[in-house]
């Protein structure tokens, strides 16, 4: 009975051995299986969290408003970043050094840093938004970068048209509304003429829908409308206006977004009819003022008004 | 007249100026009127403050897109009844056409401007008026004329995908100059200048004219205020016509009610239509 016990307990003892061998090999390869996954998670962590903590320590000293008017080698700075609009940012989330490449630790060696950045500013964008990029540069704008820039011409670059720090997201109202006076800044008469449209009085007064400049003319591609590449060449601003208006035919491409009624540039009808117009109500609202005030004027001095004259 | 205490209540006659028919025109021009203004000016004064709050209240520009276009079949609906009524009454010679009594203007009005003038600089009496006066005629056409130019244009503006099939797309640009200042120059003619001058504003009408509602004058006011229509009428003996006894107190009082009310809703709008326009000349 023992011996027989026995031989069953050792052979039970064998079977735990082999079992634990096997448990064991199996718990050694789920620790490998659990390195290879958790080191490289450790290893983002350990770079991400640091990063975030970058743009922390950067905005110590760059959140302080003075720096906004600061005299560096006898030049004017505004070195100022306002923490709450680049939380609130598309970038929000990025450090720093994403754009501002080399910048890692502080102090900085801000001198290098800054001429380095200095040339690279439209760069900076580029890692992230290559294809913005390259449509920015076959553009208009792009090209006159390059070219004419140094004759004094300012044409803009990402940041003129999308702000550095508090860049937004693109499709909103807010943004879109606010497109028009970015063109504007360096094509008012445009803007001005953009606005007496229905176009322009609606998205001013908040319908997303309505088109604005980049609708028409394109955002990044934007080029003269001489060139057959445009969005308004004759050969495509009919498939521009189609987008929003699937009915239009070639005539309805005819309509003058940006004419001045008023001025003799404009078609001689448009500024036959506008001119007829003004004369018209200054003509017929000084007259009624005029026989308005007097007719006032004698009902007072008659006592018509609460007297017998009247009711 | 034996009017006053002569009088007694009960007896009380009124002059009929206007019929069911053209007081219900004057209800739909009047509303949609109204609808077509507070939605399309805040359009052309996009800066003004007011034009933002306003377009907030509605509901947004489309909801404003809607209401104008809602508001403008009515508008067209008045134009093409009254257009219907005006080929009528010449088809049907319901009246003398060119004749002091009719809404057509003549030479009488431009002396009665004059005389009018005189009076306000207190060269002379108040002219004796017509059964329309040339402000009211003035009221009458400039609306009526205005809608076909404002309509027409709107129209265009409404379809310009269809329009421009046929038209050059210059057309949108006439039309909407002719839209936007027409629709100025009705704005300050009917809010200010002429109309709501001439129907709360005179001494004959302070502080608001109930004719247009109700359809009637009381008497004593009719011979006062159209003495010459009384004095024609009298003379052809056809006053009969339009005299007769007034509504029961009743209804006179719905109509004070139902004047008062769009007097206040008048006052508001063009008060805020006003504000709505000087605010960007001012900041
Ligand atoms: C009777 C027929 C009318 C039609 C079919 C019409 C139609 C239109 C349309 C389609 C627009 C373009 C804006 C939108 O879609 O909301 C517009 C704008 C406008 N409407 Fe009218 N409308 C009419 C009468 C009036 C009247 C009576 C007034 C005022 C007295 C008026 C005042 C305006 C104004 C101020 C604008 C903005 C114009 C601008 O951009 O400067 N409309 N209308």
Redesign the pocket.
């Known amino acids: 009975m023992a011996g027989g016990a026995r031989n069953s307990v050792s052979g039970l003892a064998k079977e735990f051995t082999f079992l634990m061998r096997w448990a064991f090999s199996a718990f050694v390869l789920y620790l490998a299986a659990l390195m290879l996954v958790a080191v490289p998670a450790l290893a983002q962590t350990q770079t991400t969290v640091p990063e975030t903590s970058l743009t922390d320590r950067c905005l110590t000293c760059h959140r302080q408003e003075y720096l906004g008017r600061l005299q560096v080698d006898e030049q004017q700075k505004d070195l100022y970043v306002d923490p709450a609009a680049y939380k609130d940012s598309a970038h929000g989330l990025l450090p720093c050094n994403a754009c501002h490449t080399g910048f890692s630790h502080d102090p900085h060696q801000m001198v290098t840093n800054a001429e380095f950045f200095a040339e690279t500013a439209g760069e900076a964008c580029r890692n992230c938004h290559d294809d913005q990029f390259e449509m920015y540069k076959q553009s208009y704008h792009g090209t006159l970068t390059r070219d004419i820039a140094s004759d004094g011409v300012e044409a803009p670059e990402c940041v003129d048209c999308h702000g550095t720090h508090a860049i937004q997201e693109v499709a909103t109202l807010e943004y879109r509304q606010s497109i028009q006076d970015v063109c504007g800044t360096c094509h008012g008469g445009r803007e001005s003429t953009f606005l ?3 176009h322009g ?2 998205i001013t007064l908040g319908r997303e829908a309505a088109a604005t400049c980049v609708d028409c003319h394109g955002a990044h591609s934007i080029l003269p409308i001489s060139n057959p590449q445009s969005t308004l060449s004759r050969a495509n601003i009919l498939s521009t206006c189609q987008q929003c208006h699937p009915q239009a035919s070639q005539g309805f491409t005819t309509f003058l977004v940006h004419i001045t009624p008023t001025s003799p540039k404009a078609p001689v009808i448009v500024f036959l009819v506008a001119v007829f117009y003004l004369v018209l109500i200054i003509a017929v609202f000084s007259f009624g003022g005029i026989h308005t005030l007097l007719y006032i004027y004698r009902g007072i001095k008659d006592g018509l008004y609460f007297g017998k004259g009247g009711h | 007249m034996t009017t006053g205490t002569v009088a007694t209540e009960g007896v009380r006659l009124v002059y009929r100026r206007f019929s069911a028919f053209h007081r219900f025109n004057h209800y739909l021009v009047m509303t ?2 109204f609808g ?2 507070l ?8 800066d003004s403050y007011f034009s933002q709050q306003l377009m907030n209240a509605i509901g947004g ?1 489309e909801a ?3 209401i ?2 809602t ?3 009515l ?2 609906l008045y ?1 093409v009844l009254e257009a219907g009524y005006m080929a009528w009454y010449v088809a049907a010679r319901k009246g003398p056409i060119f004749s002091d009594d009719s809404i057509v203007p003549g030479k009488k009005d431009w002396q009665d401007m004059k005389g009018m003038f005189r009076w306000f600089f207190g060269r002379g009496p108040k002219p004796a008026l017509n059964r329309f006066t040339y402000w009211e005629k003035f009221d009458y056409w400039a609306l009526f004329a ?2 076909v130019l ?10 310009p995908e269809a329009t421009t099939r046929i038209l050059p797309g210059v057309t949108l640009n006439v039309a ?1 100059v002719i ?2 200042n ?6 300050g003619v ?1 809010f200010i200048f002429v109309h709501f001058f001439s129907a709360h504003g005179r001494p004959e009408s302070f502080p608001a004219d109930q004719v247009i509602f109700s359809g009637y004058l009381p008497v004593e006011h009719y011979v006062h205020e159209r003495p010459l229509e009384y004095e024609n009428r009298l003379k052809d003996g056809t006053l009969d016509q339009v005299v007769t006894l007034a509504p029961s107190p009743q209804r006179r009082r719905m109509f004070g009610w139902i004047t008062a009310a769009v007097t206040v809703f008048a006052f508001l709008a063009a008060t805020y239509t006003f504000l709505l326009i000087i605010w960007p000349l001012v900041f």
């Open positions: 007496d449209t229905y009085k609606a | 949609s009127f077509l203004v939605t399309g000016l805040p359009l052309k004064f996009k520009v404003a897109g809607f104008h276009r508001s403008a079949v508008n067209i134009f205005g809608t404002i309509g027409g244009s709107g129209l265009m503006m409404w379809f909407l839209h936007s027409e629709a100025f120059l009705a704005t009917i």
